[in-house]
């Protein structure tokens, strides 16, 4: 299973990008996708994840108003939004799926399998 995730960039703060996650090795119209970042130094946070119903769980109170999470499953693709972005959205973002318990958001610790990340970054 590979899962990857694209998109990432340099931003100014107010700015916007659109990452994309996109996996092999599964069907991933049955998976549900998180989305978690990692700073520098900081832990994991999970931010955003839609299940295989399209329903959507926040993780990151900071994100909710300005980030959305969707799924084209005939792309085979989830994509997350990231609009307003602030200096303290800069991290390596990643998308994971849980190979067990595959169809439902659950706690960040349970999604074992994600791959490279996508470094975003704001900065005026």
């Known amino acids: 299973v590979h899962v990857v995730a694209s998109g990432g960039g340099s931003v100014q703060p107010g700015g916007s990008l659109r990452l994309s996650c996109a996996a092999s090795?599964?069907?991933?119209?049955?998976?549900?996708i998180l989305w978690f970042r990692q700073a520098p130094g900081k832990e994991r946070e999970g931010v955003l994840c839609?299940?295989?119903?399209?329903?959507?769980?926040y993780y990151a109170d900071s994100v909710k108003g300005r980030f959305t999470i969707s799924r084209d499953n005939a792309k085979k693709t989830v994509y997350l939004q990231m609009n307003s972005l602030k200096p303290e959205d800069t991290a390596v973002y990643h998308c994971a799926v849980d190979l067990y318990n595959y169809a439902h958001c659950g706690p960040v610790a349970e999604f074992d399998t994600w791959g490279q990340g996508t470094q975003v970054t704001v900065a005026s």
């Open positions: 090795g599964i069907t991933l119209d049955y998976y549900a």
């Open positions: 839609i299940n295989d119903g399209g329903e959507t769980t």
